[in-house]
């Protein structure tokens, strides 16, 4: 069965770094994409980041870009977020999702994920 497990958040004040953690079981994390989508109170969930399968693709949104950097380590089934230069606008619930298809990688259409994980709180006091 596909598991996808997210931890690392928390509270943090603003200009801070966290990191967070997707933690992978039930299937081969090397053959696949994996993606980073956020929702905010009272907001749509929208994506932040995604990597391929080959490390070294990577897609950033527009509102991450130059803080964030999403990495891989498949020996540990494990994909990391880490942000840095927190803002207060970046406090939402973090989820990673598995991408069907690593050619999609620089979509963050949700039909193109196929399992999430339950999400982990992330705050940024101002």
């Known amino acids: 069965q596909v598991h996808l497990v997210e931890s690392g958040g928390g509270l943090v004040q603003t200009g801070g770094s966290l990191r967070l953690s997707c933690v992978v079981s039930g299937f081969t994390l090397r053959d696949y994409g994996i993606g980073w989508f956020r929702q905010a109170p009272g907001k749509e969930r929208e994506g932040v980041s995604n990597i391929h399968w080959n490390e070294d693709l990577t897609y950033y949104s527009r509102a991450v870009r130059g803080r964030f950097t999403v990495s891989r380590d498949n020996a540990k089934n494990t994909v990391y977020l880490d942000m840095n230069s927190l803002k207060p606008e970046d406090t939402a619930v973090y989820y990673c999702?598995?991408?069907?298809?690593?050619?999609?990688?620089?979509?963050?259409?949700?039909?193109?994920?196929?399992?999430w994980g339950q999400g982990t709180q992330v705050t940024v006091s101002s």
């Open positions: 999702a598995r991408l069907r298809d690593s050619r999609w990688y620089k979509y963050f259409t949700e039909r193109y994920y196929d399992a």
